[in-house]
């Protein structure tokens, strides 16, 4: 492993994770009490190394914008590129304008050049200026579709914004959580994919959306979102695709006693994804 996770209480890591750095969440307080699920035990366990936060308040548009940059990068690579475009198309002669105009209204090359630290910057303006143009079409500005985020049903928002060409469940989950502040949504990227795949909490060969309904039924509500952040720093620090802390001695990981290590030979060294194992 190569660094160390900062263990006080309710620290965040230096490293953001996806809109995980929540300037208008706030510190949850949880009753404590046994966890009714091995899934609940886990997400327990990590909150405790990491931070337990309820999350929202961000505004849904910037939020899917920001999303959106970190599809397949970092947050290290996508933070710049979000920066940069807030700069560009956040506000205009001092003044704050509506970012889905802008967007709607970029140039598209320039777009593409503002957001080139993000990767696949061509297909992200595209997917950013489509995604401005139809948010535009269909709420009349990205104030109305925060709105429209915050305070619709869940049921119905979800497939509104997968409705939206380029956004996809992860996405989709991450602006209902950050910005609508929907406890109960535990969105699915390829670390919480693996991780609890690897766990034996969800089947071996259960696709993104299979390991989101597993954690949705098994983690209680107010538990979901930093289930999610805590899992992705999780799987950053401790159980790599490549190469699991365990590998190293069961005691190198602070949840082994509850996993049953699905692809993962501590023996042999051999790790396989889940679906792959024998
Ligand atoms: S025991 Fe290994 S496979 Fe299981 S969660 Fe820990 S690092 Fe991942």
């Not at 548009?61 to 397949?72: D, K, P, Y």
């Not at 630290?117 to 297909?123: E, I, K, T, V």
Request: charged fraction near 30%; aromatic fraction near 6%; charge should be negative.
């Amino acid at each position: 492993m190569s660094e160390e996770p900062d263990a006080t209480e309710n620290a965040e890591p230096a490293e953001n994770i996806s809109g995980g750095d929540g300037e208008a969440s706030s510190l949850a307080e949880f009753a404590a009490g046994e966890p009714a699920t091995r899934a609940e035990a886990v997400v327990d366990r990590l909150g405790g190394l990491y931070w337990q936060k309820t999350y929202g308040g961000r505004d849904a548009f910037e939020c899917l914008v920001r999303t959106i940059l970190s599809q397949n990068t970092s947050d290290v690579a996508s933070q710049p590129a979000h920066d940069a475009l807030m700069d560009r198309y956040g506000s205009a002669d001092g003044e704050e304008i509506d970012l889905a105009v802008a967007l709607a209204d970029a140039d598209r090359d320039e777009l593409a050049d503002v957001i080139r630290p993000a990767g696949l910057y061509n297909q992200k303006a595209d997917v950013l200026t489509s995604v401005a143009a139809r948010v535009l079409d269909e709420y009349g500005s990205a104030a109305e579709f925060d709105a429209f985020v915050r305070e619709a049903d869940p049921e119905e928002v979800r497939p509104a914004l997968l409705d939206m060409g380029g956004v996809g469940p992860k996405t989709a989950d991450c602006v209902l959580l950050f910005s609508g502040g929907r406890s109960g949504v535990f969105p699915v990227d390829t670390h919480v994919h693996r991780i609890y795949r690897r766990l034996g909490i969800a089947p071996a060969d259960a696709d993104h959306e299979a390991v989101r309904a597993v954690l949705e039924r098994e983690v209680p509500a107010e538990k979901c979102g930093f289930g999610h952040t805590a899992s992705i720093q999780f799987g950053r620090e401790y159980c790599s695709a490549r190469r699991p802390a365990c590998l190293d001695g069961l005691d190198e990981c602070p949840v082994s006693d509850l996993c049953d290590r699905v692809g993962v030979n501590v023996e042999t060294g051999a790790v396989v994804d889940p679906a792959d194992a024998e």
